[in-house]
């Protein structure tokens, strides 16, 4: 047989529910020149029952192998590979049918060594998870940088949907098991010279399985992994990373003068929130999800820039944790 353009690799831990419906999505495809990749990353539930379901109409191999982490998990897929170019989606994704479609005749018109793609927020999706992907993706609270149309900062591709070249893999070697694992990848591959682009059409559905407190705390862990990223890469830190902490910092001012000054300094608060829900209202046309899309953004802009002014505090003021000699020698893979 002879091997596939492209190779999707998924690591899964305890998704047996999310992995069906992936790979339903997978089986779905209008062009099918893929393999598909499952590695159980040490998971209690595997998801036999999906793979039993799918595996004969998909070029399907399923391993199983002990829990270290999503990283390692996609390396150990990476090294059972065939394809030229290699997919990754999280498991908790659902893919388009014209995904790799879309992706071939991108690719066949304007090549690249890496790329990444949007995501969106499926139909069929809850009203907290339309919130949430609202929060992640709008302009107004992360500044387009998750593949938006309008972006403050280059584009970088995430591991839910990202690709990259066999000859990328061999040059810059896999993921290392860190947070923010994707964006050190993205920044290995372009420090590297390989040319990097967004494909705007080949987007995916996230479904971003959290509620509002798993969402608070993944995103806080977001803040304070891009001062892992700084001391990696000093150049790496933009202005629209530190918003959020510039946000949370003005958004306290304003509560403590309203209190013991005016009440009028809540006015700045107001006006946002009101921007985020006519956004959400303009975007979603739904006014239950524009109503959640407001805490899904507050949780968003105060969780980041809390664990981003944590980490600033420790790693930079106070020099505290992994140290910066220890970084750069992680950045060498020593």
């Known amino acids: 047989m002879a091997n596939p353009r492209y190779s999707v690799i998924v690591p899964v831990y305890n998704r047996n529910d999310e992995v069906a419906d992936l790979l339903e999505s997978l089986n779905n495809q209008t062009e099918r020149d893929f393999e598909v990749i499952l590695v ?28 270290e982490g999503r990283s390692i998990a996609r ?5 059972r ?24 005749k991108a690719l066949g018109s304007k090549p690249l060594d890496c790329f990444g793609g949007p995501d969106a927020a499926h139909e069929s999706f809850s009203t907290v998870q339309k919130a949430i992907n609202f929060a992640m993706t709008s302009f107004l609270t992360t500044g387009g940088i998750r593949g938006g149309k309008v972006s403050l900062e280059k ?61 608070m705390r ?47 300094w809540l006015l700045p608060i107001g006006i946002y929130l009101a921007a985020i829900f006519i956004s959400a209202l303009a975007s979603t046309r739904s006014l239950k999800i524009a109503v959640l899309a407001i805490p899904a953004s507050v949780i968003q802009i105060c969780g980041y820039g809390c664990g981003f002014l944590k980490a600033w505090f420790t790693k930079i003021v106070l020099r505290r944790g992994r140290n910066i000699e220890e970084e750069i020698e992680m950045r060498r893979g020593k």
């Open 40 to 67: 159980e990353d040490g998971s209690t539930i595997p998801c036999t029952d999906a793979v039993e379901k799918f595996g004969g109409n998909l070029d399907l191999h399923y391993y199983h192998k002990s829990n």
């Open 75 to 79: 390396n150990y897929g990476i090294e």
């Open 81 to 104: 590979s065939r394809g030229d170019m290699l997919i990754f989606f999280d498991s908790d994704c659902v893919i388009p049918e014209d995904y790799f479609e879309k992706l071939s």
């Open 155 to 215: 584009f970088t591709p995430r591991s839910f949907n990202m690709g990259y070249s066999i000859e990328v893999y061999n040059t810059t070697g896999g993921f290392r098991e860190m947070f923010s694992e994707d964006i050190d990848m993205s920044m290995r591959i372009r420090n590297a010279g390989f040319k990097i682009g967004l494909i705007r059409d080949a987007e995916v559905f996230h479904k971003r399985r959290i509620d509002f407190k798993k969402f």
């Open 218 to 264: 993944q995103v806080y862990v977001f803040g304070m992994s891009r001062i892992t990223l700084k001391l990696l890469y000093p150049d790496s830190l933009k202005a629209v990373h530190a918003l959020p902490a510039v946000a949370v910092v003005a958004g306290m001012a304003c509560i403590l003068l309203a209190i013991f000054l005016s009440p009028w």
